[in-house]
């Protein structure tokens, strides 16, 4: 049986859009970590954690076939989704301190993750941010370039969406938190 978008051929193929499914990756190491760190994901304030963590189970996947067959009628969804990516990792630059390092933008606190796991988190926002503006430069048409800019102009409400959600997270009383937390 064939798989409905990647045909059998392609399923053990690399990756056609190499910088985009490492956006994708990097977007998906980033909200593992804030999940792992009990913070939670995008959209968890508003439909709990687990509709939200199963939509970006679903989603994340979902972009890394469409990426990896790097068919053309593709091109408008995977830029926009690059700009949205890069909005996303940028807004943490937004929200939160950070610091040029060697000239490279670091952040030096974030919402509740533990100092240690900053290195990675770190890594995983800046990878996203050179990946998804390399992937719509490298991998989209010249004239499909401009959803890329679409994507990027969901900025302002990835920020508000962010500003909600460390709102939500500081009114939740510990042991909520804890449950929520917990394995069901």
Not at 111 to 127: S, V
């Amino acid at each position: 049986m064939t798989h409905p978008i990647l045909p059998r051929s392609r399923v053990l193929s690399t990756t056609r859009r190499k910088w985009t499914g490492v956006a994708v990756i990097s977007i998906a190491a980033h909200h593992g970590m804030e999940l792992a760190a009990g913070i939670g994901v995008p959209g968890e304030p508003l439909i709990d954690r687990r509709p939200a963590v199963l939509a970006w189970g679903a989603l994340f996947p979902l972009q890394l076939a469409v990426a990896s067959v790097g068919e053309r009628r593709w091109d408008r969804v995977l830029a926009a989704a690059n700009g949205s990516f890069q909005a996303l990792a940028l807004q943490h630059y937004l929200s939160w301190r950070w610091r040029l390092r060697c000239g490279i933008p670091t952040l030096t606190e974030t919402e509740g993750l533990p100092a240690r796991w900053l290195p990675g988190y770190n890594l995983a926002l800046l990878a996203a941010i050179v990946s998804s503006t390399i992937g719509s430069a490298t991998e989209c048409p010249t004239a499909e370039r401009r959803w890329h800019l679409w994507g990027l102009a969901t900025l302002p409400a990835q920020y508000a969406s962010a500003r909600h959600h460390s709102a939500w997270l500081r009114g939740r009383d510990p042991i909520e938190r804890e449950e929520s937390d917990a394995p069901r």
